[in-house]
Structures are given as structure tokens and as C-alpha cells.
């Protein structure tokens, strides 16, 4: 089965920089994914990983470690809207096919 | 379209009744992927299309769900019998390429809120 982890709830500062960790045991692997989730919208797409290292784009960044099963997505300079949840997505074989399966998301609390 | 569409975006019934959930993907877009996001749960996977079949529906929870693609573009999800566990956000995400070709990054649409009472 698939099993991926992440914590459930962040605070930090405006202006800090935190860390958001995610561990994943999956039957496979074909790369891992990190969505951000404003309350009441859509997930959208921040990152992707699947060779192992640190890959980054602007005030974020994303690192992987296929070894480990461990991931983690670095966010700098916070800013109030930073404030959401943060999805990790491992994708898979399922069925055939490679379909991401969702973690429970760890929702980040920004504040002054 | 820009996005994704999805409707309706809030859906209220009556438990034992039928409804229909509706996605509009982004056009060019061959996969369609439907997940289900309960409070606190992360996305749940319900069903996969590629083109118009779907070659994974694994993750369709009973026999009361189904779901459709026509055209290789807009997809329904049919929830038969409905019961309150079904409450839940509805989210469909389309991608470029398909789910067996790595880097297939998903746009999500906003979701259709389902209320069974």
C-alpha cells in the first residue's frame, strides 16, 4: 500500500523561513509532487521532484531523497499569504498507470 | 477554458437521492483524474481517464459511483443512493500528459461541495 506522511499543522513568522517535511512509503515511485491549497480553492501545482537533490524556483524549494522516502519543501522569506495547506503527492503504479496519491496536507499558519 | 470548471460548485440533497457532478477540463487536456477531500483527509483517489476510458477505477469507493467521459473532454460523476458519508469536496484535475509519463503536473478545478442530509 502507499503511505505518506506530513506533519498536520505549522505556525511560523512572517519574514522566517520553515520547513515542511513529508515521508512517503510507496510500492514504486515515479516522482513526488507539492500542491498549495488555499482554504476553499483549488490545489495548485508548486514543485516536482524525482531525482534526488534540491530543486528551486524563487522563494521556494523542494528536496528529495528517493533512499530515505523523504522529501521536504523549503519556504523563505513567508509572507501572509504563504498561509494554506501544502500537499505532498507521491505518484505511483496503480492499475497500471501512475496516479499520485495524496497526503493528508499540512496546514501553515503565518502570522505578523 | 482558462482552468478547470467544475459544477456545480455547491450541491445540497436529500440522502437517498442521485446527483450529478460535472468537469470541464482544460482544453488539450487527455487525462482526468476525480478525488474526493473529506475534512482533515487528504485527497482521496476515486478514478482515472485517459481519453475517453478509464483505465483505473479503483479507487471508486462502491457500486453507487460512477463516472463518465464523452469526447475525450468533459466528465460527470454520478453518485447513486447518496448517504451522508458522502459529504464531501468533489475535485477533478486535468494534465497534459498521462498518468503513466512521469512529470504529469494536475491542475485542479475548485471542487463541487457536497452536503447530504
Known amino acids: 500500500g502507499q503511505n505518506i506522511d506530513q506533519p498536520t499543522e505549522m505556525t511560523a513568522t512572517e519574514g522566517a523561513i520553515v520547513q515542511i517535511n513529508c515521508t512517503y512509503q510507496t510500492s514504486g515511485f515515479n516522482g513526488l509532487f507539492w500542491y498549495q491549497q488555499h482554504a476553499g480553492e483549488a490545489p495548485t501545482f508548486l514543485s516536482y521532484n524525482v531525482l534526488d537533490g534540491l530543486e528551486e524556483k524563487g522563494r521556494f524549494s523542494s528536496f528529495l531523497s528517493r533512499s530515505k522516502g523523504y522529501s521536504y519543501l523549503l519556504l523563505k522569506e513567508l509572507q501572509m499569504k504563504d498561509s494554506a495547506s501544502y500537499l505532498c503527492?507521491?505518484?505511483?503504479?496503480?492499475?497500471?498507470?501512475?496516479?499520485?496519491?495524496f497526503g493528508r496536507g499540512t496546514s501553515l499558519i503565518v502570522h505578523p | 477554458g482558462a482552468g478547470v470548471s467544475q459544477s456545480p460548485s455547491n450541491k445540497v440533497t436529500e440522502k437517498g437521492k442521485d446527483v450529478e457532478l460535472r468537469c470541464d477540463p482544460i482544453?488539450?487536456?487527455?487525462?482526468l483524474y476525480w478525488y474526493r477531500q473529506s475534512l482533515g483527509q487528504g485527497l482521496e483517489f476515486l478514478i482515472y481517464?485517459?481519453?475517453?476510458?478509464?483505465?483505473?477505477k479503483s479507487g471508486l469507493p462502491s457500486d453507487r459511483f460512477s463516472a463518465e467521459r464523452t469526447g475525450g473532454s468533459v466528465s460527470t460523476l454520478t453518485i447513486q443512493r447518496t448517504q451522508q458519508e458522502d459529504s464531501a469536496v468533489y475535485l477533478c484535475a486535468s494534465s497534459l500528459a498521462g498518468a503513466g509519463q512521469g512529470k504529469n503536473i494536475q491542475y485542479f478545478g475548485a471542487g463541487t461541495r457536497l452536503s447530504v442530509l
Open positions: 482544453s488539450g487536456h487527455t487525462a
Open positions: 503527492a507521491v505518484s505511483s503504479p496503480s492499475g497500471g498507470s501512475y496516479i499520485p496519491t
Open positions: 481517464f485517459q481519453g475517453n476510458s478509464a483505465p483505473d
